[in-house]
């Protein structure tokens, strides 16, 4: 099985969460509807499988820790309708359809991204509650990713972002870097680390699920950079050369396309490095996975 | 001293964690004007207040509360924030100042309120991280509070009101009272059972302050929609006449004002009910600030 085929097989069950993760909750129906078609519109689902990964490959019961998976995946998809707003990235198409205030409104788009945000936090206190996870754990693991969705990381990130619009090629490489670390890397760092702290591992494994987590992070937005240059619209599911268009600082403007992709793949066999001490089928999967991401731009 | 005294000097020790909760997190420096500018500008801190108190009432550590209290005032300057953009109530004033949009620009009124939410939550965990409350007792304020902020509460309270306007005077009082609970009278809810959670007190308690936060939650939304007919603008920070301006739903438009005023006086009575049971300053702040919400309208 490839690493893609593996990822998907495994992102059925967190799919089968999602879909019914926000039933029962008392959502007015638009609401629910504008929250459901965002959070159910395909995607890799890489965020909660990296939860779930990190926690099995750490000895955690990664069935326990499914709905703080979920979580991530409606952080992610909050960020994603907030960033496709005319307000700030403007984007009509997301994943091959209209963007949320496409096909609902712009007041609506608002609220059901503060929607998946709010039920984020819900879902990561009832893997507590439902699961009989220790409340210390998950405690920890939501000021985790608290930190990492917020102003200091993911919306910290999108602001930079934004102020860098209209510099292309005129932002440094060490700032672009940051601002990566913050409005992408920050998630999927706060991934696996939420995975191994919820596994009950000692700081040891926690800290190198965080490197790998940002190695892997690095190399995904530089990928993501790359394939906006060389990808093509149907795959991508929105327009190719968006970020030119719009004047955004990449990697591949900033340092060429060559010097991107080696960039990407140094920092995937940094992020492999950390799996090292580790064995066993959750090792191999995060290996391969690893080197998917980067595979994607070939 | 008067029940507004007695606010104003419980609301200076929230006042002073506000002013420094956001500092050392990271938070571009853009970014944190536009969050501080609406996080710090006055406000009763009406819910930040209610934590402490019935904290305080039911025996727990008010101090170490704080934390949590204030991460509602985080959620309530957010949706200030959400509900002033152009796509939904297009104000241009927020107590007597430019709306957040109007100050920065809406990207970064989007961003605030993004950032405003997740800090809330991390405040909330920091409060058993920092101060020692039981992690059982934060997990579960952290969830009744994910609860009443989401799109089962106050965001799909918006969402309802939104759906609501330019149907004045042709909404049933019984659809418009389940929006208010859900818009207004769920943070406000939350905050006394949040504060009876983290006290540890037993669920009747809890119960107590969750009727308690209900009667008076919608005896606030009730004085607010009078206050928007008979009140001047430079108390309320406003444009008087706004909602019906707008079309909007509200008591005074479907009741008219005298029943209006009578349903605000039943409501604060009931949640004067609920502290009969309970004794000290506590109960008696609690009572005149009940009190005190209904007199703003005469």
């Known amino acids: 099985m490839t690493a893609k085929q593996m990822l998907a097989q495994r992102a059925e069950a967190v799919e089968s969460y999602l879909a ?55 952080i992610h998809t909050y960020s994603l309708i907030h960033d496709d707003l005319p307000a700030m990235d403007d984007d009509d198409l997301r994943r091959g359809r209209p963007s949320n205030h496409k096909q609902f409104d712009e007041a609506t788009a608002i609220l059901a991204g503060d929607g998946l945000l709010s039920e984020a936090f819900v879902l990561m206190t009832e893997a507590a509650v439902q699961n009989g996870l220790p409340a210390e754990r998950v405690l920890k693991a939501v000021n985790v990713l608290g930190r990492a969705a917020g102003s200091g990381g993911m919306v910290g990130g999108q602001t930079v972002d934004m102020e860098f619009t209209g510099r292309e090629g005129q932002v440094p490489l060490e700032e672009l ?103 066993g089928p959750e090792n191999e999967f995060l290996t391969l996975l690893a080197r998917y991401i980067v595979d994607r731009v070939y």
Request: glycine fraction near 12%.
């Open 177 to 279: 870097q940051k601002m990566h670390a913050m409005k992408t890397g920050a998630l999927i760092t706060a991934a696996c680390e939420c995975g191994a702290i919820l596994s009950g591992a000692p700081e040891e494994d926690v800290r190198n699920a965080r490197k790998f987590g940002r190695a892997v992070g690095v190399a995904f937005q530089i990928v993501d950079d790359v394939l906006d240059v060389v990808g093509d619209e149907a795959t991508l599911g929105k327009p190719v050369g968006s970020d030119a268009e719009q004047g955004k600082s990449t990697y591949p403007a900033l340092v060429g396309l060559e010097k991107s992709r080696q960039l990407a793949r140094d920092h995937v066999d940094g992020a492999v490095g950390y799996l090292a001490r580790y064995n």
């Open 20 to 74: 019914k993760c926000l039933d029962g909750r008392g959502i007015p129906e638009r609401l629910l509807d504008s929250m459901r078609y965002s959070l159910l519109a395909g995607g890799k689902r890489l965020r909660p499988v990296l939860v779930l990964s990190w926690c099995s490959l750490l000895g955690g019961d990664a069935n326990a820790a499914m709905p703080f998976a979920a979580s991530l995946e409606c």
